[in-house]
């Protein structure tokens, strides 16, 4: 299995930037795709963004589409989540997920089995 490590939330205004990192360990030769997901106060989860295994291809969730950018380095064993012109709306934990994907170009939102422990993110109003 794999084990993931976020970090790099903090208290940012709002339009600032902020990058979160999620560092991977554990069986990191079996491919797995990687996402983003955020939960904001009294709100379900929901998807944010997701990186295919070969870090070709992207998916973003439309509420933050053209402002987040998410990016891995496997060599690092890292996926980045780059977030720009952040919005009071943006406030939440941010949590990156791991999920099994043979298809290395593949960009699913759902059938994460791994779950990273959150990083908040605040951007007060």
């Known amino acids: 299995q794999v084990r993931l490590a976020d970090s790099g939330g903090g208290l940012v205004r709002a339009g600032d930037s902020l990058t979160l990192s999620c560092e991977y360990s554990g069986s990191t030769y079996i491919p797995y795709a990687i996402a983003w997901f955020r939960q904001a106060p009294e709100k379900q989860r929901e998807f944010v963004a997701v990186v295919s295994v070969s870090g070709e291809n992207t998916r973003y969730a439309a509420s933050i589409e053209g402002r987040f950018t998410i990016s891995r380095k496997n060599d690092k064993n890292t996926v980045y989540l780059q977030m720009n012109k952040l919005k009071p709306e943006d406030t939440g934990v941010y949590y990156c997920?791991?999920?099994?994907?043979?298809?290395?170009?593949?960009?699913?939102?759902?059938?994460?089995?791994?779950w990273g422990q959150g990083t908040s993110v605040t951007v007060p109003s």
């Open positions: 997920a791991a999920a099994l994907m043979l298809e290395r170009d593949a960009t699913p939102t759902v059938g994460f089995d791994y």
